[in-house]
C-alpha cells in the first residue's frame, strides 16, 4: 500500500504543477466557473478495515468449549486483507458562481473499483487440526451525489468541500478449510460462504481546481467514503457456525479532468 499510495501523491504533486502551468499561461483572462460541466477521472483508494469473525453454535456444551477457545487466543476474533487498488469513472455537475466569489453546486460520479483485498490465517492449532480461515472484502463500483462549495482564491483557483450520498457493491467473502485431514462430513470443520449487493451511505471530502485553459479544468481529490456494514452467518459442515462482519470505509484520492459548457 505503502507504494501505491507514493505514486498516487506523486501524480497529484504532478498534476499541480500542470495546474499551475496552465494558470499562468491563462493570463488576464477572468473565467466563468457557472454551468455545466463533464469529465473523467482516475485514482487510488484504500481500506484497512477488518473483517471480524466468530464461531458459535447450537450445542450448548460446544459453545462453552468454543468461549474457552477464543478465551485462549487460538481464535484470533478479526482478519484485517487491507483492501486497496485502482480507480477510475466519470463526473458531471453544475456550477453557479456568486459575485462573492464563492462557487455552489452539484455533481455525480459513476467509478469502477478494483479496491479488494484478501488474506488466510491458521485457526485451531492446539484444539482440532489445523483450519485455515481465509476471508476476502470488495468494492466492485461506487458512485455518489454530491453538494460542493467552494472559494476563488484566484480567478482561476478554486478551493472547495464537497459531500453527500454514496452508493456502492460490496462483497464479503469468508472460507474455513482444514487442511490437515480435508473436508470430512461432521468431523472437520469446513465451509464458505460470500454475501453481495448494494449499500447505500454517505461522503465527505474536499479538493482544489484550476482552469487549464477556456473550458477546460484540472482537479485533485479526497473523498471519505462510508458504504456501511455487511455481515452474515456461514453454516459449516460440523454444528459450528462463523459469524463475519465487516465495515466498508474508504479513503479516496484521485485526479479528474472536466471539460465547462459555455
Not at 466468530?54 to 483492501?83: H, M
Not at 490465517?121 to 480461515?133: A, K, L
Not at 478449510?177 to 465527505?204: E, F, K, L, Y
Request: proline share 4%; charged share 15%; glycine share 12%.
Amino acid at each position: 500500500m505503502n507504494i501505491a499510495k507514493t505514486l498516487v501523491l506523486t501524480s497529484l504533486v504532478l498534476g499541480a504543477s500542470v495546474i499551475n502551468v496552465g494558470s499562468a499561461n491563462a493570463g488576464d483572462a477572468t473565467p466563468s466557473w457557472s454551468g455545466a460541466y463533464i469529465g473523467a477521472n482516475a485514482g487510488y483508494g484504500w481500506d484497512s478495515g477488518k473483517v471480524g469473525l466468530s464461531p458459535s453454535t447450537d450445542v450448548p456444551e460446544l459453545q462453552d468449549f468454543l468461549d474457552d477457545i477464543i478465551a485462549s487466543g487460538s481464535f484470533p476474533s478479526a482478519i484485517s486483507p487491507s483492501a486497496e487498488g485502482v480507480i477510475g469513472g466519470g463526473q458531471a455537475g453544475y456550477n453557479w458562481q456568486l459575485p462573492s466569489g464563492w462557487v455552489v453546486g452539484i455533481e455525480t460520479d459513476l467509478q469502477a473499483s478494483g479496491i479488494s483485498g484478501s488474506k488466510s490465517e491458521v485457526r485451531f492449532p492446539e484444539f482440532f487440526d489445523t483450519t485455515s480461515t481465509s476471508v476476502e472484502k470488495k468494492i466492485d463500483w461506487f458512485g455518489t451525489l454530491r453538494g460542493r462549495a467552494g472559494y476563488l482564491v484566484d480567478p482561476q483557483w478554486l478551493v472547495y468541500a464537497t459531500g453527500g450520498l454514496a452508493f456502492g457493491e460490496t462483497s464479503l467473502s469468508y472460507s474455513e478449510a482444514d487442511v490437515t485431514s480435508g473436508c470430512i462430513p461432521d468431523a472437520t470443520i469446513c465451509g464458505d460462504h460470500t454475501a453481495s449487493g448494494t449499500r447505500a451511505g454517505w461522503t465527505a471530502g474536499g479538493g482544489v481546481e484550476a482552469m487549464l485553459a477556456p473550458n477546460w479544468s484540472l482537479k485533485a481529490e479526497y473523498l471519505y467514503v462510508d458504504l456501511g456494514k455487511r455481515s452474515f452467518t456461514a453454516a459449516t459442515n460440523t454444528p459450528i457456525d462463523f459469524s463475519a462482519s465487516a465495515k466498508y470505509h474508504e479513503q479516496i484520492v484521485r485526479i479528474g479532468l472536466n471539460y465547462h459548457f459555455e
